[in-house]
């Protein structure tokens, strides 16, 4: 798994770099990154809960919306997505899934022109569920970080790669008898448009 992701990111940073170099500069001057955007995003998830064998993974996907500022070369602005996820595992009699999450973060990064290199940071939320013939489901706040890189091929339209750690509370599952959290890796996609 390690060399396909390791793949992945350098054939993303090496088409952000390609584009840097053939991007033509709008007539009405330097590239913007500031004003409302809204996309979509598509990932992989994999991840481990807390007191429990099983270790999740599936894909995920969803919908996102934010705000940037620009001062000079700096970037800075907050986002918001909710998303749903596959991502699951079975230990035993029990399976684990994630089947929602939601991140509200706020980003911050220098820009090159048309390329964003960009960390994030913020609160998360979201759903553990343990079925054993019977769904117990908990929603838990968490913390989520993460950084990437974003690429514009137009005035309003740009895509995006980016790395996710998410880490949501436990709460006390019958099934399991003990205090059970998740903590999950994403590895995601997206487009954005930019109004």
């Not at 940073?13 to 995003?41: D, F, H, R």
Request: net charge negative; aromatic share 14%; hydrophobic share 45%.
């Amino acid at each position: 798994m390690r060399p396909v992701l390791g793949l992945a990111i350098l054939l993303t940073m090496t088409g952000a770099v390609a584009a840097a170099e053939y991007y033509a500069p709008s007539p009405l001057g330097p590239y913007s990154w500031i004003g409302p955007y809204i996309g979509a995003n598509a990932a992989y998830e994999w991840g481990w809960v807390s007191n429990a064998a099983p270790q999740p993974s599936g894909l995920a996907g969803g919908i996102e919306g934010g705000y940037n500022w620009q001062r000079g070369q700096f970037v800075f602005g907050a986002e918001a997505d909710v998303n749903l996820s596959a991502a699951d595992a079975t230990v035993g009699p029990i399976e684990f899934s994630s089947p929602w999450f939601a991140t509200m973060r706020g980003r911050g990064g220098v820009t090159f022109g048309n390329v964003l290199i960009f960390g994030t940071a913020g609160l998360g939320y979201g759903d553990l569920r343990a079925y054993t013939g019977l769904n117990e489901s908990h929603a838990n706040l968490g913390l989520v970080a993460g950084a990437g890189v974003e690429v514009g091929f137009t005035q309003h339209w740009s895509a995006k790669a980016e790395w996710l750690y998410l880490d949501l509370a436990g709460s006390n599952y019958a099934a399991t008898g003990v205090n059970n959290g998740l903590s999950a890796n994403l590895l995601r996609f997206g487009v954005n448009y930019r109004f």
